[in-house]
T-cell receptor, first 109, second 115 residues
Framework: SQQGEEDPQALSIQEGENATMNCSYK?????LQWYRQNSGRGLVHLIL?????REKHSGRLRVTLDTSKKSSSLLITASRAADTASYFC?????????FGKGTRLHILP | KAGVTQTPRYLIKTRGQQVTLSCSPI?????VSWYQQTPGQGLQFLFE???????NKGNFPGRFSGRQFSNSRSEMNVSTLELGDSALYLC??????????????FGPGTRLTVL
């Protein structure tokens, strides 16, 4: 299965600091997406990175992909209270997208 | 453009009953996927419908079923409810025609509690 596994499971940082979350998967993929979920609500699509891309930026988000290590990372710079949420990676192979269990990020005031 | 809507938002049922959840996708989207989210198992894929046909299916028992109507709206049904079916059920819509770059947009979910 190409299910993503996020690491760490939970992360608490001070507001203004950077947050880094990692994702590992087991098989080759076509692309990998990151989603955010605020408590008990739907998921919001953040960014998609294709298998032939190594890095992608969107505002304060930076995603990297290392297909040789089958891993991806999501960096949130200058964190804000509103970034408190769970973050999921979703590797895609063909028509299959399998979500990991997520990283719970808590931004401390 | 209106987002994905799910009804009802909250539902309480008892064991043995059945339940039907509804999802209205973003206008123009033809694919609807359903997910079950629990603290222990995370997000698990139930099934995907595209143009009224089930296109993909996860590993859930036959008690879980779905359908899609000609206007792309979708319903999910769970029969003979069990305590373990308590979960947040999420619906996601996408164009369904963008292949591997098809992006899913999620609804707010239906919180089902089985007593």
């Amino acid at each position: 299965s190409q299910q993503g596994e996020e690491d760490p499971q939970a992360l608490s940082i001070q507001e203004g600091e950077n947050a880094t979350m990692n994702c590992s998967y087991k098989t080759s993929i076509n692309n990998l997406q990151w989603y955010r979920q605020n408590s008990g609500r739907g998921l919001v699509h953040l960014i998609l990175i294709r298998s032939n891309e190594r890095e992608k930026h969107s505002g304060r988000l930076r995603v990297t992909l290392d297909t040789s290590k089958k891993s991806s990372s999501l960096l949130i710079t200058a964190s804000r209270a509103a970034d408190t949420a769970s973050y999921f990676c979703a590797p895609r192979r063909g028509d299959k997208i399998i979500f990991g269990k997520g990283t719970r990020l808590h931004i401390l005031p | 453009k209106a987002g994905v809507t799910q009804t009802p938002r909250y539902l309480i049922k008892t064991r043995g009953q059945q339940v039907t959840l509804s999802c209205s996708p973003i206008s123009g989207h033809r694919s609807v996927s359903w997910y079950q989210q629990t603290p222990g198992q995370g997000l698990q894929f139930l099934f995907e419908y595209f143009s009224e046909t089930q296109r993909n299916k996860g590993n859930f028992p036959g008690r879980f079923s779905g359908r899609q109507f000609s206007n792309s709206r979708s319903e999910m049904n769970v029969s003979t409810l069990e305590l373990g079916d308590s979960a947040l059920y999420l619906c996601a819509s996408s164009k369904g025609t963008d292949g591997i770059t098809d992006t899913q947009y999620f609804g707010p979910g239906t919180r089902l509690t089985v007593l």
